[in-house]
């Protein structure tokens, strides 16, 4: 059974950090590539970053290039998103999910419907 569980999330001053991870199981990370979602309220899930089981390849959202960086850790079958000089618009809640697809070994999208499996997301709040 496929489960994602996100973590790490909180209260963040503008321009300050925050580290989420998300847990697998049922799967490992050589499988299957993990994308990094969020939605705030009122708007639509958007994707903010994504990397692939077989090269680690990524791919980010415009929005967050230079600031978050995603890396996983495949003796913890976890992936981490470090998310540097947060703005007022990061905030909303994040979500990992995986679309439990070997399509998407060596290039990852960054589009919700691609994904198949989510985890139950974590609430990021950015404000001073």
């Known amino acids: 059974q496929v489960q994602l569980v996100e973590s790490g999330g909180g209260l963040v001053q503008p321009g300050g950090s925050l580290r989420l991870s998300c847990a697998a199981s049922?799967?490992?990370?050589?499988?299957?590539?993990i994308g990094w979602f969020r939605q705030a309220p009122g708007k639509e899930r958007e994707g903010v970053l994504c990397?692939?089981?077989?090269?680690?390849?990524?791919n980010y959202a415009d929005s967050v290039k230079g600031r978050f960086t995603i890396s996983r850790d495949n003796a913890k079958n976890t992936v981490f998103l470090q998310m540097n000089s947060l703005k007022p618009e990061d905030a909303g809640v994040y979500y990992c999910?995986?679309?439990?697809?070997?399509?998407?070994?060596?290039?990852?999208?960054?589009?919700?419907?691609?994904?198949?499996?989510w985890g139950q997301g974590i609430q990021v709040t950015v404000s001073s």
């Open positions: 990397i692939t089981s077989r090269n680690s390849r990524t």
């Open positions: 049922g799967f490992t990370l050589d499988d299957y590539a």
């Open positions: 999910a995986t679309p439990a697809n070997r399509q998407y070994d060596t290039a990852c999208p960054l589009y919700a419907s691609r994904y198949r499996y």
